[in-house]
């Protein structure tokens, strides 16, 4: 039986949470199974596991089913999934693919420049940029990142500009949306009015979800950046990351790599240390392709079409947020 793309969507969205719950699964999507070591052209729902473990050590419930709703399932070790946060000159300009940082954090990577009310950005992730939520907006930004020696004021390339907050598991993320006191306080006014004694409280609706791991810095001489990545060379464009598809990125500790888009739809847990995680959905994941200071690469597939930007990953597997999820997010472009 062949199974369509749409099918298997439909089915990971009805089952992804409960998947997710099983103990040890650290992420969902849709890829090729693999059988006897070797990729067949057969989709299924992909469960990325901390461990391999034999099916007598866990209980039925534990277990994940050959198929669910006739589509099969695969299980791959993946290990626990870390943003890359971690070891390399100074750059002026400054091209993609080298170390950046937030003062206060290691190192991570410039991703790419993006354009933004006719002014130029960095863009990289929240946790390289942003310090994973614990920065203000004006921040120095170094180049190189502390970790590779970059000192304030000396090697301040940008400023921070603006950051898409993660929602961490138990956590709180921002603030009440404004909108939401609005209507609060004229539903207040009007049973005012009425005589009314029952009052409002306007609530936060909280997500533990997110889409992306991104932020934008705004250099402070454009002249010291340079619109083109450090091996790839310029940008052509943006492109929707496809399952099976050829990628590449330049990052601050690996260098120029190149993978493969082995899943996609992934919901994903993401470890940033000091028992802080956070749930990602609607990723590409890619095999070993970075390591800790890769954050914040920009990923691009064979025409240098931008698909998406790195942000975590494990010994085995790349983590990579959807471009049209950053720059919708942002609400940036390319240059």
Same mark, same amino acid.
Do not use: W
């Given at each position: 039986?062949?199974?369509?793309?749409?099918?298997?969507?439909?089915?990971?969205?009805?089952?992804?949470?409960?998947?997710?719950?099983?103990?040890?699964?650290?992420?969902?999507?849709?890829?090729?199974?693999?059988?006897?070591?070797?990729?067949?052209?057969?989709?299924?729902?992909?469960?990325?596991?901390?461990?391999?473990?034999?099916?007598?050590?866990?209980?039925?419930?534990?277990?994940?089913?050959?198929?669910?709703?006739?589509?099969?399932?695969?299980?791959?070790?993946?290990?626990?999934?870390?943003?890359?946060?971690?070891?390399?000159?100074?750059?002026?300009?400054?091209?993609?693919?080298?170390?950046?940082?937030?003062?206060?954090?290691?190192?991570?990577?410039?991703?790419?420049?993006?354009?933004?009310?006719?002014?130029?950005?960095?863009?990289?992730?929240?946790?390289?940029?942003?310090?994973?939520?614990?920065?203000?907006?004006?921040?120095?930004?170094?180049?190189?990142?502390?970790?590779?020696?970059?000192?304030?004021?000396?090697?301040?390339?940008?400023?921070?500009?603006?950051?898409?907050?993660?929602?961490?598991?138990?956590?709180?993320?921002?603030?009440?949306?404004?909108? /939401?006191?609005?209507?609060? #306080?004229? =539903? &207040?006014?009007?049973?005012? @009015?009425? *005589?009314?004694?029952?009052?409002?409280?306007? !609530?936060?609706?909280?997500?533990?979800?997110?889409?992306?791991?991104?932020?934008?810095?705004?250099?402070?001489?454009?002249?010291?950046?340079?619109?083109?990545?450090?091996?790839?060379?310029?940008?052509?464009?943006?492109?929707?990351?496809?399952?099976?598809?050829?990628?590449?990125?330049?990052?601050?500790?690996?260098?120029?790599?190149?993978?493969?888009?082995?899943?996609?739809?992934?919901?994903?847990?993401?470890?940033?240390?000091?028992?802080?995680?956070?749930?990602?959905?609607?990723?590409?994941?890619?095999?070993?392709?970075?390591?800790? /200071?890769?954050?914040?690469? #920009?990923? =691009? &597939?064979?025409?240098?079409? @931008?698909? *998406?930007?790195?942000?975590?990953?494990?010994? !085995?597997?790349?983590?990579?947020?959807?471009?049209?999820?950053?720059?919708?997010?942002?609400?940036?472009?390319?240059?």
């Amino acid at each position: 039986m062949t199974i369509s793309l749409d099918d298997a969507r439909r089915v990971l969205s009805e089952v992804r949470q409960e998947l997710l719950s099983k103990p040890n699964v650290v992420a969902t999507g849709i890829g090729y199974k693999i059988t006897k070591g070797k990729q067949t052209e057969e989709l299924a729902l992909i469960c990325s596991v901390e461990t391999k473990q034999s099916k007598k050590s866990l209980t039925v419930k534990e277990l994940i089913p050959a198929t669910i709703q006739n589509i099969p399932t695969d299980v791959y070790p993946t290990g626990i999934i870390h943003a890359l946060q971690d070891p390399t000159g100074r750059f002026r300009p400054a091209p993609g693919g080298v170390s950046i940082g937030h003062k206060d954090i290691t190192a991570g990577t410039l991703g790419c420049l993006v354009k933004k009310n006719n002014k130029v950005f960095i863009l990289s992730n929240n946790h390289v940029l942003a310090n994973s939520n614990n920065a203000d907006i004006g921040d120095p930004i170094l180049q190189p990142g502390p970790y590779d020696g970059g000192q304030f004021p000396q090697d301040r390339i940008a400023q921070l500009s603006e950051f898409v907050p993660i929602e961490f598991e138990g956590g709180s993320g921002p603030g009440l949306c404004s909108c /939401g006191s609005t209507a609060a #306080a004229i =539903l &207040n006014l009007l049973a005012a @009015l009425i *005589g009314s004694k029952t009052r409002l409280q306007p !609530t936060r609706i909280r997500t533990t979800e997110n889409l992306v791991d991104c932020a934008i810095a705004e250099p402070l001489n454009p002249d010291d950046v340079k619109n083109e990545i450090l091996k790839i060379g310029t940008i052509s464009g943006t492109a929707e990351g496809t399952l099976g598809m050829s990628i590449k990125k330049s990052g601050r500790t690996t260098g120029l790599t190149a993978g493969t888009i082995l899943q996609i739809d992934v919901t994903v847990k993401v470890s940033y240390g000091s028992n802080k995680v956070a749930t990602f959905v609607d990723q590409l994941m890619a095999g070993n392709m970075s390591q800790g /200071g890769d954050s914040g690469s #920009a990923v =691009l &597939n064979e025409k240098n079409q @931008l698909v *998406g930007l790195l942000f975590a990953g494990s010994n !085995t597997s790349t983590v990579i947020n959807r471009i049209q999820n950053v720059f919708q997010a942002l609400q940036v472009t390319l240059p």
